[in-house]
Every structure is written in structure tokens, then in C-alpha cells.
T-cell receptor, first 117, second 114 residues
Framework: EADIYQTPRYLVIGTGKKITLECSQTMGHDKMYWYQQDPGMELHLIHYSYGVNSTEKGDLSSESTVSRIRTEHFPLTLESARPSHTSQYLC????????????????FGEGSRLTVL | AQSVTQLGSHVSVSEGALVLLRCNYSSSVPPYLFWYVQYPNQGLQLLLKYTTGATLVKGINGFEAEFKKSETSFHLTKPSAHMSDAAEYFCAVSRGGATNKLIFGTGTLLAVQP
């Protein structure tokens, strides 16, 4: 049973607002990820982290930023939301390095669907 | 470099019919292979995975997949479709390791007709 939580599940805001999408996991995973997904479309990796104070940009350029101050917490922030940021954002985590074969299996949260008006 | 190709972005079957979702991969090392399912407005849920050992892998909800190294394939099957199987299905590959990332296919939307 995966224990990774995202809040809010749904958010509708106006242009120019600052938003933070929260993601927390209770599995002790070192690695955490943010994906962006438009409806019915493929997943795009936008940020990842291999541990505390480690963050990297993913394959798709994003105006969002992330932080990793605690192992279990990986929030994503948009300083000034625009309609082009409307999308679903999926948070995921994977097993710690050195634990098992490190297959890369990801555990996903339920997603945060952001609509910017 | 690794990559995943899912043939058919949309597949439609009748309820009770065989489900076959195709996935081919490329990898320079023995891969780890995954199938995930995504229901509307949900995150991704692991259906099954191949790591080592038996090449026929059974997953949840009656799905199974067979790793065929010679064909570089990992097709997903279910003998009899149910209406509740309608969802998006993603195939993914990784090579493992501490800094490994999962590479996803573009997804296949499965529709089940009554």
C-alpha cells in the first residue's frame, strides 16, 4: 500500500496567484519526483530529488520550483500562475538507494489538478 | 538510452473480449519493466512488474504480461475485459541503479464497449 499524499486534489485560481502543491510520503523514500500531465496525455518529468537538499530539473522545462528540506516532503511552487500552467501534477517516490535492486518502481500520489483562470 | 513504444494510443474492445496492449522497449542492459494503470482524475497505480525470474508476470485485476527478450516486448493481456478496465495504461522501463529514472511510454487509452 503506497503512502504518498498530495494536496490539494483540485485547485482553481486566478492568474498571477502564488500556489504551492504539497506532496508527502511516509515510506522513507529518498527519491521523489514531480510529473506534469495534460488530460489523456503522456507524463512529463519536471523535477526530481534524490535526497534532502538535492533537486534537479526534469526533461520538460517548467516555471515551477521545488524544495526538499525534509525527506518526506517535496512541495512544488508556482510564484505567478498563468493559464498555461493548467494541468494535472503528479508526485511520486521510489525506493531508497541501496535498498533492494533499485528497480525504479514509482509510487504515485492521486494528483493535483490545477486550473488557472 | 532506454525508450518505450506503445502501439495504439486508443484501443477499444467489447466486454468479455481479450485485451491486448502492446509495449516494446529498447534497453542496452537487462531492463526492469512495468505496467501502470490510471483511472480518470487519479494517479498511476502499479499493475505488474518484471524484474528477474519468470517471464510471465501476473498482476492485479486479472492482468498479466510476458517479457520476451528476443522480441523486446512486454505486452499486457487480460482474457476477458470488464467495463471497469476502461482506463489509461502506461508501460515503463528502467535499468535500475541508484540514479535510475523510469521511462514511460505515451500511454494507451482502453475503452470497453458493453
Amino acid at each position: 500500500e503506497a503512502d504518498i499524499y498530495q494536496t490539494p486534489r483540485y485547485l482553481v485560481i486566478g492568474t498571477g496567484k502564488k500556489i504551492t502543491l504539497e506532496c508527502s510520503q511516509t515510506m522513507g523514500h529518498d527519491k521523489m519526483y514531480w510529473y506534469q500531465q495534460d488530460p489523456g496525455m503522456e507524463l512529463h518529468l519536471i523535477h526530481y530529488s534524490y535526497g534532502v537538499n538535492s533537486t534537479e530539473k526534469g526533461d520538460l522545462s517548467s516555471e515551477s520550483t521545488v524544495s526538499r528540506i525534509r525527506t518526506e516532503h517535496f512541495p512544488l511552487t508556482l510564484e505567478s500562475a498563468r493559464p498555461s500552467h493548467t494541468s494535472q501534477y503528479l508526485c511520486a517516490s521510489s525506493e531508497a538507494a541501496g535498498v533492494g535492486p533499485n528497480t525504479g518502481e514509482l509510487f504515485f500520489g492521486e494528483g493535483s489538478r490545477l486550473t488557472v483562470l | 538510452a532506454q525508450s518505450v513504444t506503445q502501439l495504439g494510443s486508443h484501443v477499444s474492445v467489447s466486454e468479455g473480449a481479450l485485451v491486448l496492449l502492446r509495449c516494446n522497449y529498447s534497453s542496452s542492459v537487462p531492463p526492469y519493466l512495468f505496467w501502470y494503470v490510471q483511472y480518470p482524475n487519479q494517479g498511476l497505480q502499479l499493475l505488474l512488474k518484471y524484474t528477474t525470474g519468470a517471464t510471465l508476470v501476473k498482476g492485479i485485476n486479472g492482468f498479466e504480461a510476458e517479457f520476451k527478450k528476443s522480441e523486446t516486448s512486454f505486452h499486457l493481456t487480460k482474457p476477458s475485459a470488464h467495463m471497469s478496465d476502461a482506463a489509461e495504461y502506461f508501460c515503463a522501463v528502467s535499468r535500475g541503479g541508484a540514479t535510475n529514472k523510469l521511462i514511460f511510454g505515451t500511454g494507451t487509452l482502453l475503452a470497453v464497449q458493453p
